[in-house]
Structure formats: structure tokens, C-alpha cells
């Protein structure tokens, strides 16, 4: 499947910015999610010291199956592999974001 995206980010210009611009909105949406979230859930206490560390947990397991996933599926052949080294970057943050905002909704409501 990475063959399959990286040779139709070869393919054009159009298709890499496409790959790039999503990759952005993705990295740059979870971290305004984050920041929105983390100041909703106002100054650090016990309570929200323990809903951090949940957080992070998330985002630390997310950020080992990820590289495990990129170092067995990305070969070092693959021309962009800058961008997947990104992606995962941003698919971690995302899943921060969305821990961060489901356990605002579970905690605050």
C-alpha cells in the first residue's frame, strides 16, 4: 500500500501537494484540538495531571505502532519517505486529539 501511495505522489506535482496539504490539516487540526482541549480543561491539578498522562499514553503507544509500522512497511527505496515519516507524525497527533477530546467529553459533561 505505501508503494501504491508513493508512486501516485510520483505520478504529479498535484497529487503530492494533495498528499502534503492533507497531512497539514491533519497535524495542524489535532494540535489546535489539543490546545483548545487542554486550556477547556483549565489549571493543572490532580485531576487533570491524570487525564494528561492518559493522553500522552495514547500518544506514546500510537507513536510505537507507527514507527514499528513504518520501519516493516516503508521501504528504503520509496523516493517520498520524508512525507510517510510525517504522516505517522501526524496520524500520533491526531490520535491525541481525539483521546484528548473524548475524555474532555467523558470528564467535563
Known amino acids: 500500500m505505501i508503494d501504491v501511495l508513493d508512486r501516485w505522489m510520483l505520478e504529479s506535482v498535484v497529487n503530492?501537494?494533495?498528499?502534503?496539504?492533507?497531512?497539514?490539516v491533519i497535524?495542524?487540526?489535532s494540535l489546535l484540538v489539543l490546545f483548545y482541549?487542554?486550556?477547556k480543561f483549565g489549571k493543572p491539578d490532580e485531576r487533570t495531571n491524570a487525564i494528561y498522562l492518559k493522553i500522552m499514553s495514547s500518544m506514546f503507544s500510537t507513536q510505537l505502532i507507527m514507527t514499528g509500522v513504518f520501519i516493516?512497511?516503508?521501504?528504503?527505496?520509496?523516493?517520498n519517505f520524508r512525507q510517510f515519516l510525517l504522516l505517522f507524525q501526524?496520524?500520533?497527533?491526531?490520535?491525541?486529539?481525539?483521546?484528548?477530546?473524548r475524555l474532555y467529553k467523558k470528564d467535563f459533561n
Open 37 to 39: 482541549v487542554g486550556k
Open 72 to 79: 516493516s512497511l516503508v521501504d528504503n527505496d520509496i523516493q
Open 90 to 101: 501526524a496520524i500520533v497527533f491526531l490520535v491525541g486529539a481525539i483521546s484528548a477530546f
Open 16 to 24: 503530492f501537494n494533495i498528499f502534503v496539504g492533507i497531512m497539514t
Open 27 to 29: 497535524y495542524i487540526g
